[in-house]
């Protein structure tokens, strides 16, 4: 497949608790990107890191990148209900131009 | 931010017809638009991707003759699914860019749902 790969699959965390999630790729990126999606909706973009770039904060979300082993985090912190919803990361490949390749997902449910 | 709508929001038709579903960048020119669907649960997989004015490049195992894409304007790109069976039933997601290059970020349309009986 050439999707990568995102754990958990599903969360759930209680109002207030920080989130973690975690996506892996397989081949060199320019860039790793994470959407926010709601159910039955269309993806609303979260943030962008560089491939030369190794922490970027938003707000309460906070994305690490780490190139040599292919993988990168999305941390939310002090969530909220809003929050629930799924995320996914997607890559940009160095050879692919524009092309976006999404990861598996992780359905994150936030409970008030 | 740069807005994409996609409409209709939800379609429904009989095995065998057509449905077209249109994405339009409303407050930039979109070089360059990407059709992805997504099943219930499930990522989004790239389809095809649309230059204004040039024919789409579709992704390995779509069949081009039966998602037609039209790239008409640096605002418009049309998604035609011909002779809709049930199982194209599917969330149809566009996305735009204006940017060319590397890596520069994409917008996303709502989705249109389609539902095959």
């Not at chain 2, 996305?95 to 290059?101: M, P, Y």
């Amino acid at each position: 497949s050439q999707q990568g790969e995102e754990d958990p699959q599903a969360l759930s965390i209680q109002e207030g608790e920080n989130a973690t999630m975690n996506c892996s790729y397989k081949t060199s990126i320019n860039n790793l990107q994470w959407y926010r999606q709601n159910s039955g909706r269309g993806l609303v973009h979260l943030i962008l890191i560089r491939s030369n770039e190794r922490e970027k904060h938003s707000g309460r979300l906070r994305v690490t990148l780490d190139t040599s082993k292919k993988s990168s985090s999305l941390l939310i912190t002090a969530s909220r209900a809003a929050d629930t919803a799924s995320y996914f990361c997607a890559t940009i490949k160095k050879s692919s131009g524009d092309k976006l390749t999404f990861g598996t997902g992780t359905r994150l449910a936030v409970r008030p | 931010g740069a807005v994409v709508s996609q409409h209709p929001s939800r379609v429904i038709c009989k095995s065998g017809t057509s449905v077209k579903i249109e994405c339009r960048s409303l407050d930039f020119q979109a070089t360059t638009m990407f059709w992805y669907r997504q099943f219930p649960k499930q990522s989004l997989m790239l389809m095809a991707t649309s230059n204004e004015g040039s024919k789409a490049t579709y992704e390995q195992g779509v069949e081009k003759d039966k998602f037609l894409i039209n790239h008409a304007s640096l605002t418009l790109s049309t998604l035609t699914v011909t002779s809709a069976h049930p199982e194209d039933s599917s969330f149809y997601i566009c996305s735009a860019s204006n940017q060319g290059g590397w890596g520069d970020e994409q917008y996303f349309g709502p989705g249109t749902r389609l539902t095959v009986t």
